[in-house]
């Protein structure tokens, strides 16, 4: 009787056993489809992030940097007016005429200068007509 007993009860745990068996299949199947959905989308935004920033220093690399500048001529033929855009600096600049450059001679309100200012009047000094004026950046792109 002890014996029949105990088939018995390994018989029932056993059924208990396949039942809790089959219930955490059945939860696992969801936890898994949720956590590959989860995985699944960190992957696609890290990839996405290093993508955008690959595309974005290659972008920098290049150096290629022009400032947006705009000048007109003065009346007296000689100087120009920094119009708008940007402030340009002496170190960025060479001012040309002709062939020479002369940047060390141009004055803005009669002195020195360091930085070139929007509403600033760079003056070539005689001699350096406006029409043979080239300003090139240190990049080597020609602003005027």
């Known amino acids: 009787m002890m014996r029949g007993m105990m088939k018995e009860e390994r018989e029932g745990e056993m059924k208990k056993g396949k039942m809790i068996e089959r219930d955490l299949l059945k939860r696992d199947a969801a936890v898994s489809t949720a956590l590959g959905t989860v ?16 595309v974005f220093s290659a972008a920098d690399a290049g150096n290629t940097y022009t400032p947006v500048v705009f000048f007109s001529a003065s009346a007296n033929g000689h100087a120009l007016y920094h119009t708008g855009g940007e402030a340009l600096s002496i170190e960025d600049i ?6 020479r ?3 060390a001679k141009t004055l803005i309100s009669g002195e020195p200068w360091s ?3 929007t509403g ?3 003056d070539a000094g005689e001699g350096n007509p406006v029409s043979s004026l ?3 950046y240190k990049n ?5």
């Not at 060479?94 to 062939?99: E, I, L, P, Q, T």
């Not at 080597?140 to 005027?144: E, K, S, V």
């Open 39 to 54: 995985l699944l989308l960190v992957i696609v935004v890290i990839v996405a992030g290093l993508t955008c920033a690959a």
């Open 140 to 144: 080597g792109d020609i602003l005027y």
């Open 101 to 103: 450059d002369i940047t």
């Open 115 to 117: 930085v070139w200012k």
């Open 120 to 122: 600033d009047l760079l």
């Open 134 to 136: 080239t300003i090139v």
């Open 94 to 99: 060479r001012v040309f005429s002709g062939s």
